[in-house]
């Protein structure tokens, strides 16, 4: 077990605290690269979809779990991620790996936009201005005429010069490189001087703003962080479904993106990863359990849409009643039992 | 010609104004008393709708009698909300009550669906189809019923507020939950009576929204609408709550028949109605966020 005993400042803002997480984490890595090996295609669409819903969790945790700026309007954000990519490489023929960083860009810029009203509007009123953002966003989309509204849009193939990436164990690779760069870039992030502004403005914005830290600055840097996460996981989205409809970014997208960072753990990098598995697993786990069960009840399967509505809010009740710290303060809450243990503190 | 599509349009705004603005008197009187911004506003107008559906069209029971039954079993279930889920949130943070409305919302949605089903389905009342013909002018009976019950509801309530002495502890709690508590008001019970209340006018909303068209789940959409009109009035006021949501209805009913089908450089503005709300929550929250009988909120560091 590693010591928790830090001498020098250097050693406390470590990335990888100890050698304990750096084997952990090696051994992460090779199981992420022999996994594909074992799973076939529906196990891997998951893992995919679980991939891409980390990156977005991250962006949204940035801005909700550390900067406490409530936002109801991530999906929104995914969305023209998505929809930028899509058009740059169908409509102008950008190679992905230029409208990649575009679609972040994108989502990004306008993410400083909406990022300005919040130096005004402060929780409740700010939650419900990103809500009504969201829904002009889905309209937009609908109704204009290059987006092609609810007929969808096709999304051409990633391809890398001549290599085109087809399979899901290709994609698998791919998301989960950007998944580990994401949870790396966040990390990195919240333990620099950004990151510490960030905790100060949740905490108490007023003081951080005596202390010196830039409210406007940093509070706008936050959305715009945060929508370059979420356009990049929309773009990912995008290119790995290669279907897009705007029905898909509507409002029961920004809330699942909420859900995942509150039942992972607000604030925390960890939470966002595993608050997003935890999300994008449920309905998977659901449709499971309801197939097994097929044969003995078989009006079962037509209450399906109800049962991963009804599960997903008893779910959020839950978690908020029971164990706000969610999954993370499980998790550490372990951690500190079996590290003491037999004794209780 | 126009004067009459004019009266016409404003007709058919008030009718839905008075749905909305009831719908967020509901948000308003809760967001008061308890300071949790109810999300599943609009999906119990929902199930009041869906109950007076079960008891006057699958149960045949006289009209009245099942929207009576139906603003009871609301009001109740309102009540039950905030003993099993809401009592034990005060004083938590904003994002966490929001989200479990948003759950509570969500669980509403699935019982409603489990039970009677996504379809869509007309509510069997006597208003439906009748109309009223006043001069060149047509009213539906639905639309004019609708207006007449939420003046009166909302005479009642004004009435509630400042003169019994149940709605006087009510606002005094809203006020001060603290000092409310020393005076010897019960304020767990004021807390449930503002749930019960909030609940009870969704219920009638969602009546009256069921008249002017279906019962089906997505009318809960309806809520999220009406929390424009909570804003526009300013989220502290209950007048202002009225008016924010004539005001709303009114000008999604213009935009609908002069904006709606037009097109510019590739963008078809289509059902602009269903955005209109949101258009005005931004402006209002760009231009003056306490609303307009909100005061300007003021922190102490």
Redesign the interface.
């Given at each position: 077990m590693g010591s928790s005993f830090k001498v020098n400042y250097k050693e406390d803002m470590a990335l990888f605290q100890n050698l304990w997480v750096k084997t952990w984490l090696v051994i992460l890595i090779l199981l992420m690269i022999i996994l594909p090996f074992f799973l076939n295609r529906y196990q891997l669409s998951i893992l995919n979809e679980m991939g891409i819903a980390t990156i977005g969790a991250l962006g949204l945790n940035l801005l909700?779990g550390y900067t406490g700026q409530?936002s109801?309007g991530h999906g929104a954000f995914v969305a023209i991620g998505a929809y930028t990519s899509g058009l740059l490489t169908g409509k102008l023929g950008i190679p992905f790996i230029i409208s990649l960083p575009l679609s972040g860009l994108m989502a990004a810029l306008l993410g400083l936009i909406v990022g300005i009203?919040s130096l005004?509007?402060?929780?409740?009123?700010l939650?419900?201005?990103t809500?009504?953002?969201g829904?002009?966003i889905e309209?937009?989309l609908?109704?204009?005429?290059?987006t092609q509204?609810d007929l969808g849009m096709a999304v051409k193939r990633i391809s890398l010069g001549q290599f085109q990436i087809k399979t899901q164990k290709q994609y698998f690779y791919l998301i989960a490189a950007f998944a580990f760069l994401a949870v790396l870039c966040a990390k990195n992030l919240v333990r620099s001087k950004i990151g510490r502004s960030f905790i100060a403005i949740r905490d108490r914005d007023?003081?951080a703003e005596a202390m010196g830290i830039s409210l406007a600055k940093y509070k706008i840097m936050a959305f715009g962080l945060s929508s370059f996460y979420a356009g990049i996981a929309g773009c990912l989205a995008a290119h790995y479904n290669r279907w897009i409809v705007p029905g898909s970014f509507d409002?029961s997208l920004s809330?699942a993106y909420?859900?995942m960072i509150?039942m992972g753990g607000?604030g925390t990098v960890l939470g966002s990863v595993l608050g997003a598995i935890l999300i994008t697993g449920i309905p998977h786990a659901i449709v499971y359990i309801v197939d097994l069960l097929k044969d003995t009840y078989p009006a079962l399967s037509g209450?399906i849409?109800?049962?991963k509505?009804?599960i997903?809010?008893?779910?959020?009740?839950g978690t908020?009643?029971f164990e706000?710290a969610g999954l993370y303060g499980i998790y550490r809450r372990t951690k500190v039992y079996w590290k003491t243990w037999p004794f209780k503190y | 010609m126009i004067m009459e599509k004019i009266i016409d349009i404003i007709f058919s705004g008030l009718s839905m104004g008075a749905i909305y603005a009831l719908v967020a008197l509901g948000f308003v009187l809760i967001f008061k008393s308890t300071g949790i911004l109810n999300f599943a506003q609009g999906e119990l107008c929902m199930v009041g709708a869906f109950i007076c559906y079960y008891f006057a069209t699958l149960l045949n029971v006289p009209y009245l009698i099942s929207i009576l039954m139906a603003i009871a079993l609301g009001a109740m279930l309102g009540a039950l909300i905030d003993v099993l889920i809401f009592r034990r949130l005060v004083g938590e943070p904003i994002y966490a009550t929001i989200m479990v409305t948003i759950g509570l919302a969500s669980i509403l949605v699935a019982l409603t669906g489990l039970i009677w089903g996504h379809d869509t389905y007309s509510i069997r009342s006597p208003f439906i189809g009748k109309t009223i013909v006043a001069g060149k002018m047509v009213f539906a009976q639905a639309s004019l019923a609708t207006i007449v019950v939420s003046i009166v509801l909302f005479i009642l309530f004004i009435v509630f507020f400042n003169r019994s002495l149940l709605g006087v502890a009510l606002k005094g709690t809203a006020e001060d939950s603290d000092t409310a508590g020393l005076m010897g008001i019960n304020v767990k019970k004021m807390h449930m009576l503002a749930w019960t209340i909030g609940a009870l006018v969704a219920g009638v909303a969602g009546i009256f929204l069921a008249e002017q068209s279906f019962v089906h789940t997505g009318m809960s959409h309806t809520g999220i609408k009406a929390m424009s009109a909570a804003i526009l009035g300013g989220m502290e006021s209950l007048g202002g709550a009225i008016i924010g949501g004539i005001i709303v209805g009114v000008v999604e009913s213009f935009a609908a028949s002069y904006l709606s089908g037009l097109e510019m450089g590739g963008f078809h503005f289509g059902d602009i109605k269903d955005v209109a709300a949101f258009a005005i929550m931004i402006l209002v929250l760009m231009i003056r966020p306490h609303g307009i009988f909100g005061k300007k909120e003021v922190e102490r560091v």
């Open positions: 909700i409530i109801l009203p005004r509007l402060k929780g409740l009123y939650a419900l201005g809500l009504a953002f829904f002009v309209y937009i609908f109704h204009w005429d290059l509204g007023i003081a409002i809330i909420i859900a509150i607000l209450f849409v109800d049962f509505l009804g997903f809010g008893i779910i959020i009740v908020l009643l706000p | -």
